[in-house]
């Protein structure tokens, strides 16, 4: 009996037997022979999945796992929700693809997203579709502020992620990404994040406003500081890939205030923060902040069809046609699907569930910061990392994460791992998520972590 013939949310996870099981066990050995060794979730997630149903998804042998990756954030509403399948089917019927030419679709779409803007940003604000990723957004952002600034360096944040291709990668701190890849973007400087939890300059915590932006400032403003006015600073308000990392609030309006006060744009990457990730649509309202230009990409469509934009300050609209192209920009069925996804956010208030369940994660995370391998339990709406360490040197416990991942995965629930040496298990649920499947997914976290703790002794 397959997820589309029975409720599978009132049975919740079912695995039986070891993973893969032996019909996953077959594609992943062709995949290892025929796809490419960069690779990455197959190594750790070893099953094979053969459909998908809200928070649910079913491997190839019949073993039901709870879904808390979705797509590294890529399906807010889970995995097909009927309506946003309804309204892709009817748009195949229409039309798929045009380019940047004007449809239907695309101007529904974009109503949509200017709608979800804060009312001060919603008439200043231009949009710009970009190739389908978030990485091809970042390049477009990083593109037109040096368009319209005349300027070329970029200021970027340690431990923030953006994206693997070339320009992505260079203003993404992970140092191992990049490495092998010579002559990379030039004019990227690098600069401390207000990770409090280990404070990358070694100072006194909760002083990330004073220390960091402070640090950020004096370089900027010093005739000797090396570093040329920049074309844009970029940031995420929440870093995901580098931990789940969210950013104090006085940090990031100081950099804000900054920024403005040095007519430098500020571009905010809300590629997994954004689409109601955190609570609101994006990240930045939180932080009673407006960002020059916005990045957006993953949960856009809400059903994983690829769309990514830019959204910003119509000052900063200086480019010549075709400055930045992308043969898959005009990609109707995630314009139809985007467009839905905001109507049913509204509609079924989705951003309150996302306000009630991360209060209940909290909750039952809350026993977890007394173990003794646990550095921080930490989250915005429903992005929730949990970083562990080694309770005797506090060095980051990498490998412990990915046994907890391992363990957690035999138990039925799919979670990721990142941050400083892949030490944080990371939630990534559903915005709709319901209480009962959260619920079951944190007793299953709770059991993994302490069957895979090792007893500290020195």
């Known amino acids: ?55 649910f998804v079913q491997d190839m042998d019949g073993n039901v796992f709870i879904d808390f990756l979705c797509g590294a954030g890529v399906l807010p509403l889970g995995h097909n929700p009927p309506e946003l399948v309804d309204v892709v089917t009817k748009q195949l019927n229409r039309l798929t693809h045009a380019l940047d030419l004007a449809t239907p679709a695309k101007d529904a779409f974009i109503e949509a997203q200017l709608s979800m803007l804060p009312p001060g940003m919603r008439d200043r604000m231009k949009i710009h579709f970009c190739g389908p990723t978030g990485a091809n957004a970042v390049d477009a952002a990083i593109k037109l502020c040096k368009t319209a600034t005349g300027r070329g360096d970029i200021v970027a944040f340690q431990g923030g992620f953006h994206g693997s291709s070339h320009a992505a990668m260079a203003v993404t701190g992970l140092v191992e990404q990049k490495a092998p890849v010579s002559n990379g973007m030039p004019g990227v400087h690098f600069f401390p994040y207000s990770y409090c939890t280990r404070c ?23 005739a000797n500081g090396g570093i040329p006015l920049p074309a844009a600073v970029i940031m995420e308000l929440v870093q995901g890939e580098g931990g789940v990392i969210p950013a104090r609030a006085d940090f990031a309006r100081r950099v804000r205030a900054l920024t403005r006060d040095l007519d430098i744009p500020l571009i905010v990457d809300e590629v997994q923060t954004g689409c109601g990730r955190t609570g609101t649509w994006f990240a930045f309202e939180q932080y009673d902040i407006e960002p020059d230009v916005i990045v957006a990409s993953k949960g856009l469509s809400g059903i994983g069809t690829p769309v990514a934009i830019i959204m910003y300050d119509a000052r900063l609209d200086v480019w010549a046609p075709g400055a930045h192209t992308g043969t898959f920009r005009g990609n109707q069925l995630a314009f139809a699907a985007g467009a839905e996804l905001v109507r049913i956010v509204r509609r079924d208030d ?22 003794p391998w646990v550095r921080e339990v930490r989250g915005r709406g429903l992005m929730w990392g949990v970083e562990l360490a080694d309770p005797l040197d506090g060095r980051p416990a990498g490998k412990l994460a990915r046994t907890v991942q391992a363990n957690a995965l ?29 619920d079951t997914a944190c007793s299953i976290l709770i059991a993994a972590l302490d069957e895979s703790s090792p007893t500290p002794s020195r």
Not at 350 to 367: C, F, K, P, T, Y
Not at 410 to 437: H, K, Q, S, T
């Open 1 to 55: 009996m397959t997820l589309l013939h029975h409720d599978i949310t009132l049975a919740g996870p079912w695995v039986r037997g070891d993973l893969p099981g032996p019909r996953s066990a077959e594609l992943l050995s062709r995949q290892q022979r025929r796809e490419s060794n960069a690779r990455t979730y197959p190594r750790h997630l070893p099953i094979a999945i053969e459909e998908a149903a809200g928070s």
């Open 200 to 222: 990358p300059l070694g100072l006194t915590p909760d002083t990330s406003a004073t220390n960091c932006v402070g640090y950020l400032e004096r370089s900027l403003v010093d």
């Open 350 to 371: 989705v951003l309150d569930n996302v306000w009630r369940r991360a209060a209940q994660i909290s909750h039952r995370l809350a026993e977890l910061e007394k173990h």
């Open 410 to 438: 035999r138990r039925g629930l799919i979670l990721e791992a990142g941050g400083r040496e892949d030490c944080v298990v990371r939630f990534l649920p559903p915005l709709n998520v319901r209480a009962e499947v959260v």
